[in-house]
């Protein structure tokens, strides 16, 4: 899967809005893509499907729109508008599991950390220059 491909399959998450030209404010490594891809599904599954009422009242949660989805400090950053605390937790734990992969090949194993910029990948990666720059150690 391609990050385009991404992008076309959740069209209502991902739907272009001012300030964003071209989607400029999507990117993310590729060995994350099926992480936010089983996220972004959960997602908008979620939105579709469940149904509340109080005193009566049918309501339904909001569609949430990604703002912005980044790596930054070898860590997945997903911003929204409209997430309500079942969304957020959605988005938690696909954070917590693209900070315990290769972030160029999808690897649990043999991780470490970069500095400079901060990547989370493994030694092999590493080694063949497709990780971020600096000294590598490993993770624990």
């Known amino acids: 899967m391609t990050l385009q491909e991404l992008i076309q399959k959740y069209p209502k998450i991902f739907e272009n809005y001012e300030g964003n030209p ?9 060995a994350w893509l099926p ?23 049918e309501s339904r949660p909001v569609q949430v729109k990604c703002t912005q989805m ?23 734990m696909a954070t917590y599991i693209c900070r315990r992969m290769c972030e160029s090949c999808g690897t649990r194993e043999n991780l470490g950390i970069t500095n400079g910029w901060v990547s989370i990948c493994c030694q092999n990666c590493y080694d063949a220059g497709k990780a971020g720059g600096g000294d590598w150690k490993p993770k624990n």
């Open 22 to 30: 071209y989607g400029v404010n999507w990117e993310a490594p590729k």
């Open 35 to 57: 992480v936010i891809d089983d996220m972004c599904g959960a997602i908008q599954q979620y939105i579709d499907t469940v149904v509340w009422y109080k005193d009566g009242v």
């Open 70 to 92: 980044k790596e930054k400090w070898g860590g997945l950053r997903f911003y929204t508008r409209g997430a309500d605390d079942t969304v957020e937790g959605m988005i938690s």
